[in-house]
């Protein structure tokens, strides 16, 4: 599939943002193919060896820096420092990297964004397409570790990517339930699965939180679901 949305054009977009219910193959090699499927559960399996490895080896850091005997309080105002700044993070990749039109000029671009996100929308319910592949999460990680190097201090950098990271896996199993979950009604997950339909099938261009609406409401980016006269039984 991948080597043949270039050749829609300027008809990529009204495409890819009309969804079906059924799996996608994006590669002949089946090679390539296995590398572009990741069940849910690798994420945790991954990232929580590694998130409980940063939070650990942080608080040591943060004990031998600030000599602080009761370090609770700190660390965990700094892992929610990390969770935070993911929720902006998540934002801003949804609308500013994911969202992004091609032009129907470029192929290039199209399968670039068919290829990061385009195809999540044409096939929402493909299960095997609803997390991050661990080597570009890893890519963005580590690019992310670098960045706020600049601006935490260095006895709770490690601290604040420990929880940015908890904040991404959090995030990802979040993603995957509101797609394939059956959230109570009058829930947060059931106002949040309410919330990322109306971004897939009604509003492509706002709604671009997913484990929280706060940005959006920052940004003037919100939803607004209307009030059901009967409940929705997913």
């Not at 650990?56 to 602080?68: A, F, R």
């Not at 979040?174 to 009604?202: C, D, M, T, V, W």
């Not at 484990?211 to 409940?231: C, E, M, P, Q, Y």
């Amino acid at each position: 599939m991948l080597g043949q949305v270039g050749k829609l054009g300027p008809k990529y977009n009204e495409w890819v943002t009309s969804p079906v219910d059924r799996q996608l193959r994006l590669f002949r090699s089946d090679f390539l193919e296995y590398l572009t499927i990741t069940p849910w559960y690798v994420v945790p399996m991954i990232w929580i060896p590694v998130i409980t490895y940063l939070a650990v080896i942080g608080t040591k850091k943060y004990i031998h820096i600030t000599k602080d005997a009761s370090p609770f309080i700190p660390v965990a105002l700094s892992i929610s420092e990390g969770i935070l700044l993911w929720t902006l993070i998540e934002y801003s990749l949804h609308r500013w990297v994911f969202h992004i039109e091609p032009s129907g000029k470029s192929k290039l671009m199209i399968y670039f964004h068919f290829a990061i996100h385009g195809l999540h929308h044409k096939v929402p319910f493909d299960s095997r397409r609803l997390v991050f592949p661990p080597f570009p999460a890893a890519v963005i990680a580590f690019s992310i570790f670098k960045l706020t190097s600049f601006f935490f201090a260095d006895c709770t950098h490690l601290l604040v990517i420990a929880g940015g990271l908890l904040g991404y896996v959090i995030y990802d199993m979040i993603h995957f339930y509101l797609h394939h979950g059956a959230p109570q009604e009058s829930s947060y997950l059931y106002h949040l699965k309410r919330y990322h339909n109306q971004h897939h099938f009604a509003h492509h261009n706002n709604g671009f939180g997913i484990s929280s609406v706060f940005w959006d409401n920052i940004f003037g980016t919100a939803l607004h679901l209307r009030k059901l006269a009967i409940g929705i039984k997913w």
